[in-house]
């Protein structure tokens, strides 16, 4: 079975993965880390993109780590006052990345499959204060794979908090191969592109977004679907070039999917499980379909997105916000 949310790596690293922990780790008892890690070790190109400030090993596969969530910034914007969750997915899975290179010696180059990514986030504990969101993560990780002295794939859950109380909890699940292994699975698709002209956006404020180009749907004559809408030079979405759709990208359609339902109701989206089965190509058209779910018994709201691509599933994603208007 192939799977989606590969992360690619970005340029060579000039800094081996043990020297930059050396640089980087926050050692015990001292202050909070005042600059990100390097973004390499969570697959990224840009600076502002990255949002792990430091990180220590404090049991055999254990690991605390600290983050910060700015007050601002260009996609994950704030709901109605509120962090956007999805800044909770993206940690939680820069969490893996860094400490696969970091503490589990994985080589640059290699490739992350991601199988499942999941959040819950506290909406009263998650507002946007004076300050950015200084973080601290508890890791735990389980389920660790080997294939001889490499690692072959692992879980991970993390509780996120925020001025000492839980803000978010969540994980995720992945799979690691080698390049050579990468370019025998992808074939002919290493290096592809995506499809131009793009369709038609939404009407950004019909899922929730102020800009035409954040907008990753697009209008069908079926109701309750869209198609993907791919904008591989988006500088966020697409931080850097990939040969596939990027889970997050997915996990934003979701989003963006289940505000459409009803778009006079903000929705937040507090709580996110996907699952990713195959991947999402960027040639070819990918439909987004969303299920509204009986309301749960404390009135939250619940959606089921799917992706369909060339006739198969390529994700699913259980979506949840709170039931009052937020």
């Not at 994950?76 to 990345?97: H, K, M, W």
């Not at 009986?294 to 060339?310: F, I, L, W, Y």
Request: glycine share 6%.
């Amino acid at each position: 079975m192939s799977v989606v949310m590969l992360q690619h790596e970005t340029a060579p690293v000039a800094i081996p993965a043990q020297r930059a922990a050396s640089q980087t780790r926050r050692p015990a008892h001292a202050p909070a880390m005042t600059s990100t890690v390097p973004r390499q070790l969570v697959h990224r190109a840009a600076v502002a993109e990255v949002f792990l400030t430091g990180w220590s090993r404090t049991a055999e596969n254990r690991f605390a780590l600290t983050a910060q969530w700015p007050r601002a910034h260009s996609y994950f914007t704030p709901v109605n006052g509120c962090y956007d969750p999805l800044l909770a997915s993206e940690t939680i899975r820069q969490v893996g990345t860094l400490l696969s290179h970091a503490e589990f010696d994985v080589p640059f180059g290699d490739q992350f499959l991601m199988w499942d990514l999941h959040h819950s986030v506290r909406p009263e504990r998650a507002g946007v204060g004076a300050a950015p969101a200084d973080l601290e993560l508890d890791v735990i990780c389980s389920d660790i794979r080997r294939r001889g002295r490499r690692l072959a794939g692992m879980r991970y859950e993390v509780t996120l908090y925020c001025a000492g109380q839980v803000i978010a909890t969540g994980g995720a699940a992945f799979d690691c191969t080698s390049p050579a292994v990468y370019r025998r699975v992808r074939g002919d698709r290493v290096g592809a592109t995506g499809l131009r002209p793009l369709p038609q956006a939404l009407a950004p404020a019909s899922v929730g977004r102020f800009l035409t180009t954040d907008v990753v749907l697009s209008a069908t004559e079926r109701p309750l679907e869209w198609q993907l809408r791919v904008d591989d030079q988006h500088p966020v979405l697409f931080d850097h070039p990939v040969d596939h759709v990027p889970g997050m990208v997915l996990m934003e359609s979701a989003r963006q999917a289940a505000q459409a339902i009803d778009p006079s109701r903000p929705f937040l989206p507090t709580t996110m499980r996907s699952e990713f089965s195959r991947y999402a190509e960027l040639d070819s058209p990918c439909w987004i379909q969303a299920e509204p779910l009986p309301t749960a018994g404390n009135g939250d709201r619940q959606v089921r997105v799917t992706g369909h691509q060339e006739g198969n599933t390529v994700f699913s994603c259980l979506i949840g916000a709170p039931g009052a208007a937020e």
